[in-house]
């Protein structure tokens, strides 16, 4: 697969493959990645991993976390290495701020104190802990892009939060 074209790629994301999503999101990854293309190029595949990504949700349960963390450091990584696109929500720091708040189910008061005793929570605390560590890797890129807000404000507080989780 990564030897494919962009539309052979995306016709097979298309397609309902299973665990084969898996190797076209890292395939479309590892395009997005490449220097040698132009940077338009480069956001086109880096669009077709997250579809991979998401549809992945399909075919398997319990993976939302982790989709969702994929997609958010893939995003990161674009409005860092690309740059910013306000016109298209995928690449903006104001949809990706609100997309991570949106899958956060504690608040970073609750993570902090959950995770001061974590050792003696059940498995299931301490895995929800750990995919919200997991989904707020980006924060400290993306605060950099967002003006002073309320939605700011919370991410600061995420990025003081995340060193406590386990």
Same mark, same amino acid.
């Given at each position: ?5 962009? $539309? ?5 994301? &298309? $397609? ?11 395939? =479309? ?11 338009? =190029? &480069?956001?086109?595949? !880096? ?9 992945m949700l399909e075919h398997a349960e319990g993976a939302s976390a982790r989709v969702a963390q994929q997609d958010f450091m893939l995003r990161m990584w674009?409005? #860092?290495?690309?740059?910013? #696109?306000?016109?298209? *929500? $995928?690449? *903006? ?5 609100? #997309?991570?708040? #949106? ?5 970073p008061a609750q993570a902090a104190g959950l995770a001061e005793g974590w050792r003696d929570l059940p498995v299931e605390q301490i895995r929800d802990l ?13 605060? &950099?892009? /967002? =003006? ?6 919370? /991410?600061? !507080?995420?990025? !003081?939060?995340?060193? /406590?989780?386990?």
């Amino acid at each position: 697969m990564s030897t494919w074209t962009l $539309d052979q790629l995306q016709k097979f994301i &298309r $397609d309902p493959r299973g665990q084969q999503l898996e190797t076209a999101r890292v395939a =479309a990854q590892a395009q997005a990645y490449n220097p040698s293309h132009p940077q338009e =190029a &480069r956001r086109q595949w !880096a669009k077709l991993s997250p579809l991979a990504n998401r549809r992945m949700l399909e075919h398997a349960e319990g993976a939302s976390a982790r989709v969702a963390q994929q997609d958010f450091m893939l995003r990161m990584w674009v409005i #860092d290495q690309l740059g910013p #696109d306000d016109t298209d *929500s $995928d690449w *903006s720091p104001e949809a990706l701020a609100s #997309d991570t708040l #949106d899958t956060l189910a504690f608040t970073p008061a609750q993570a902090a104190g959950l995770a001061e005793g974590w050792r003696d929570l059940p498995v299931e605390q301490i895995r929800d802990l750990r995919w919200h560590k997991n989904l707020t890797a980006h924060l400290g890129s993306l605060v &950099r892009y /967002l =003006a002073p807000s309320p939605v700011h404000e919370r /991410l600061v !507080a995420w990025t !003081a939060t995340r060193p /406590l989780l386990p």
